[in-house]
T-cell receptor, first 114, second 113 residues
Framework: KQEVTQIPAALSVPEGENLVLNCSFT??????LQWFRQDPGKGLTSLLL?????REQTSGRLNASLDKSSGRSTLYIAASQPGDSATYLC?????????????FGSGTQLTVLP | DTAVSQTPKYLVTQMGNDKSIKCEQN?????MYWYKQDSKKFLKIMFS???????INETVPNRFSPKSPDKAHLNLHINSLELGDSAVYFC????????????FGEGSWLTVV
């Protein structure tokens, strides 16, 4: 059974700092690893998806890495801005019968202070 | 254009009532999901349909019944609502039964009083 853990649960940084969010998973036989952003009162927005064959993915100021052997993924945010404040969740699909369902971490709540 | 839309966004209802939440996606995806986010913000799968066929059915009370009239719609019916059903319910869709990016709706906030 896949378990996904995110530490820390909350993080507060001053504007402009680079930061890293961590995600750990127990089963290294993953299809992919996805990072999402959730704003208060909103749904989840997909940020990056790293396939199991990839080591990292980049989108703008975001860079996600994947190390299956250690069961870890990181989300690097460069030059953080107050608009980056949100809860960030990582998730990995696991097989469930003929389909795959996402197993989510509990999220890291990020606050970027102006 | 909203990719995954669900209605209503907010729903306050009394215990024992029956309610429905509707979901539609215009992405042409084959697979749709219902997730529940509890008060601790933990997200958990409830159901998944692929081309109108139920493919994931987690341990959910049978008071919850999904219905998929076509592959673009997945509605959630809840009978005899209980206080513990209060949560945020998210609809989502993806291609390839979850191998690709999953797109979420904005959520439906259900409060049972």
């Amino acid at each position: 059974k896949q378990e996904v853990t995110q530490i820390p649960a909350a993080l507060s940084v001053p504007e402009g700092e680079n930061l890293v969010l961590n995600c750990s998973f127990t089963d290294s036989a993953i299809y992919n690893l996805q990072w999402f952003r959730q704003d208060p009162g909103k749904g989840l927005t997909s940020l990056l998806l790293i396939q199991s064959s990839q080591r990292e993915q980049t989108s703008g100021r975001l860079n996600a890495s994947l190390d299956k052997s250690s069961g870890r993924s990181t989300l690097y945010i460069a030059a953080s801005q107050p608009g980056d404040s949100a809860t960030y969740l990582c998730a990995s699909p696991i097989s469930s019968g003929s389909a795959r369902q996402l197993t989510f971490g509990s999220g890291t709540q990020l606050t970027v202070l102006p | 254009d909203t990719a995954v839309s669900q209605t209503p966004k907010y729903l306050v209802t009394q215990m024992g009532n029956d309610k429905s939440i509707k979901c539609e996606q215009n992405l042409g995806h084959d697979t749709m999901y219902w997730y529940k986010q509890d008060s601790k913000k933990f997200l958990k799968i409830m159901f998944s349909y692929n081309n109108k066929e139920l493919i994931i059915n987690e341990t959910v009370p049978n008071r919850f019944s999904p219905k998929s009239p076509d592959k673009a719609h997945l509605n959630l019916h809840i009978n005899s609502l209980e206080l513990g059903d209060s949560a945020v319910y998210f609809c989502a869709s993806s291609q390839d039964r979850g191998l690709n990016t999953i797109y979420f709706g904005e959520g439906s906030w259900l409060t049972v009083v």
